[in-house]
């Protein structure tokens, strides 16, 4: 049987179509249509359609063995799952962002009853408290950018790559939480009982990446 | 109505009689295939001193702990694990002359952490501690017995991977920032060897040690990873002596014919810091996680005043049976009564009599508690799968007078042997 691989959805998958196409495979990924399940032959690899803050769960209770994730995704979840190549794509920042009119300078300006929106609540959570600061989370499921504009939050934990959502939204980046990007991660078990093929795979994809990162 | 009154806390749950026969019948197949290795099962206390269970890994089972305090102000804790209870059993009621020491237990143990994929707050373990031997036999008989038991069990295809705490301790010594030693190992235990390839590559470490530390996560397969693994463990003492042990290990494991089920995974890590040795990882591909798993703990049960080396494994009941249903294995019902009772209002204690007489010549007998017609008497016994109905309606002779509702719902007369007999 071939592998079972949960793929983000969306942009994610798009930034990965070339890497499969260059292993040699993707040709099913073309019609995607609205399959979530695409049989891929030419690599023996059937692949799941999931949404993104998904991939680590049907990898962490074996549905799928392998799974390419965001580390924003895997820190928010922390589930166990093996991470086994950074592919350096959809590069992000976590970060904490405040209104331009805010007296707000840096993450330690904000105070006890400061409100932080995110749909990190997890992280923000670790992250406030390893700074010492005590901050009210208020957990959200999108549209971030919103919380402060109507006065539900002085802060927002969000995900950024150009930083251009935020300044189109009068925002303001105040502090780094952590990078992101995609990960290679493999279910435990399947690690072992698919090593060989699993450690092909991951030598492959880590060729690419070097290659991809030694032309940029 | 208040949800506390009427659900389970997050993480426990009720066992109804169709799992609960499967549990106790894997539970009580798994105690005699130990038995048979010579293994005395004990009894720990489901809850001890904090400081007790603390003692052996404060920083990682603080977290996890179920803590309470009793009137006299003592904090005591649910235990999360057997084998620190059964350490401090042995430290405190054995001694020297009675080693070697073969115990195992079954027991419900409790973990204030999220509920995981096929793991609730509390579950039962079942495993073995084998206390008093050092060497390598005592730990490839560790081994034998995991096979034993989850072969006997009736799970197909579990693996067990063998590793040595050893070996990725021997390699990291040279580290002199402890706290790139410490995030390394972090790293490992997560499985995130992004990070853990990132903290190599950024270390002090000479670049042979750093080769080594990268192979790693890949140093699994069969005997031949000793070979590759003796290669790259040059220059660490340490890291030399565990590559001898697993494979002096090993080469008892193999020679108990069990070559095919065994094989060397030197990416093992433990989150305990009590392990000192070898260790053993049972999964099966039916499962997205770890079935059994432990290892040789040399100095654990020192921390409880007297030293003696031990080693163990232990696994889960309930993930066994996960496995097992996956697996497709269907546990047969136990069987029904033979026969149901009825009888009228002005019959009952010629019911009882006669239930009574029955049971005493071994036969298994459930007797109407509700009133039921005849009619529904069959409606009932053909639900619970009950052979027969049997009416108690007056007495001759002195002797309960009996029919049999035949499933039509014919009535036959019969004496007792008639009845019995056919």
């Known amino acids: 049987m071939g592998l079972r691989c949960a793929i983000p959805k969306g942009r994610p998958m798009e930034d990965l179509l070339p890497y499969f196409e260059a292993l040699g495979g993707a040709r099913a990924w073309r019609d995607v249509s609205r399959k979530l399940i695409l049989v891929d032959e030419e690599l023996d690899i059937t692949f799941f359609l999931a949404k993104s803050m998904d991939v680590p769960t049907y990898v962490e209770y074996g549905a799928a063995d392998i799974g390419i994730a965001g580390k924003d995704v895997l820190l928010e979840h922390d589930k166990r799952v093996v991470e086994l190549l950074d592919l350096r794509l959809s590069q992000c920042e976590l970060i904490v962002a405040v209104p331009d009119d805010s007296g707000v300078q840096k993450v330690t300006d904000l105070h006890f009853n400061s409100r932080v929106a995110t749909k990190y609540p997890r992280v923000a959570e670790e992250f406030f408290n390893s700074k010492g600061i005590q901050v009210e989370i208020i957990p959200m499921n999108g549209s971030i950018e919103l919380a402060p504009l109507v006065g539900l939050a002085d802060a927002i934990l969000d995900v950024t790559q150009t930083g251009r959502t935020l300044r189109e939204n009068g925002l303001r980046i105040v502090g780094s939480v952590a990078k992101s990007s995609l990960r290679l991660i493999a279910n435990p078990v399947s690690y072992k009982v698919e090593f060989a093929r699993i450690r092909e795979l991951v030598d492959k994809m880590r060729r690419l990446v070097e290659a991809e990162v030694q032309v940029s | ?422």
Do not use: C
């Open chain 2, 1 to 422: 109505m208040k949800h506390t009154i009427v659900q389970t806390p997050r993480g426990a749950k009720d066992i109804l009689p169709k799992e609960a026969y499967f549990k106790s019948r894997l539970e009580q197949r798994a105690g005699e295939l130990i038995e048979a290795w010579g293994y005395s099962r004990v009894y720990t206390p489901t809850f001890e001193f904090y400081d007790a269970l603390a003692q052996a890994d404060g920083h990682v089972l603080a977290d996890i702990l179920y803590r309470f305090v009793d009137r006299e102000g003592a904090t005591l804790a649910l235990r999360p694990e057997m084998t620190i209870p059964i350490a401090r059993m042995v430290a405190t009621r054995y001694h020297r002359d009675d080693m070697p020491l073969r115990l195992y237990y079954i027991g419900n143990v409790f973990r204030y952490a999220e509920p995981q994929a096929g793991r609730y707050r509390e579950f039962t373990q079942v495993g073995i501690e084998l206390v008093g031997a050092a060497g390598p036999r005592a730990d490839a008989e560790v081994v034998s017995v995991a096979a034993a038991v989850l072969e006997g069990l009736g799970l197909t295809s579990f693996r067990l991977d063998l590793g040595h705490i050893g070996f990725f301790r021997g390699l990291v010594e040279a580290v002199s920032d402890n706290r790139a030693a410490g995030a390394l190992n972090e790293a490992l235990l997560a499985q995130d060897y992004v990070r853990y390839e990132a903290v190599v590559r950024e270390s002090d470490l000479p670049e042979e040690r750093k080769q080594a530390l990268l192979a790693l996560p890949t140093l699994r397969g069969d005997g031949s990873v000793l070979e590759e693994a003796r290669r790259l463990a040059q220059g660490s003492d340490g890291a030399l002596r565990a590559v001898d042990n697993l494979a002096a290990i090993y080469q008892l494991v193999k020679a108990a014919g069990l070559g095919e089920r065994v094989g060397i995974d030197l990416g093992i890590t433990k989150d305990l810091d009590y392990y000192s040795g070898f260790l053993i990882e049972g999964y099966t591909p039916e499962l997205g996680f770890t079935l059994a798993s432990g290892g040789r703990y040399d100095a654990l049960i020192g921390r409880f005043g007297q030293d003696f080396p031990a080693t163990g494994f232990a696994f889960s009941i309930e993930r066994a049976m996960l496995a097992l249903d996956r697996q497709g294995w269907r546990e047969p019902p136990p069987p029904p009564p033979a026969i149901f009772l009825i009888a009228d209002e002005g019959d009952q204690a010629r019911l009882f009599e006669f239930a009574a007489f029955l049971r005493r010549r071994g036969l298994r007998v459930e007797v109407d508690v509700s009133g039921m017609a005849p009619g529904e008497a069959l409606a009932y016994a053909v639900k619970k799968q009950i052979d027969k109905v049997i009416r108690v309606a007056g007495e001759r002779d002195g002797r309960p007078q009996i029919e049999e509702i035949l499933p039509d719902g014919a009535r036959r007369q019969g004496s007792i042997d008639d009845v019995l007999g056919s």
